[in-house]
């Protein structure tokens, strides 16, 4: 079994920063990309960024320019840096790992998602 462990939500005012951390446990052959996502209430689940294993990023227009995403392999942990936040940042955040399985010659990606954590932007 594989558990993600988010860490580092809370209230900020706007214009603030947090940072978020994800740390991936558990049997597995390596991670895949890794991405964060959020969730405001009455919305739909946004993919805010995702990273993948050689380092490439890509962000949802709304947070490029404020947001950094960046990972750990060493560590199996992937972090948001978030700047500049703004009221519609309000939202829970989870972050999702691809999490590779080998079966001999072949292999699969398996998604798994942390339970979430909340942040909110609010003077």
């Known amino acids: 079994q594989v558990q993600l462990v988010e860490s580092g939500g809370g209230l900020v005012q706007p214009g603030g920063s947090l940072r978020l951390s994800c740390a991936a446990s558990g049997t597995f052959s390596s991670i895949n990309t890794m991405a964060w996502y959020r969730q405001a209430p009455g919305n739909q689940r946004e993919r805010v960024a995702t990273i993948t294993s050689g380092g490439t990023t890509n962000y949802v227009d709304s947070v490029k320019g404020r947001f950094t995403i960046s990972r750990d392999s060493a560590k199996n942990t992937v972090y948001l840096q978030m700047n500049s936040l703004k009221s519609g940042d309000t939202a829970v955040y989870y972050c999702?790992?691809?999490?590779?399985?080998?079966?001999?010659?072949?292999?699969?990606?398996?998604?798994?998602w942390g339970q979430g954590t909340q942040v909110t932007v609010s003077s």
């Open positions: 999702k790992a691809d999490v590779r399985r080998d079966y001999g010659s072949s292999y699969s990606l398996v998604p798994y």
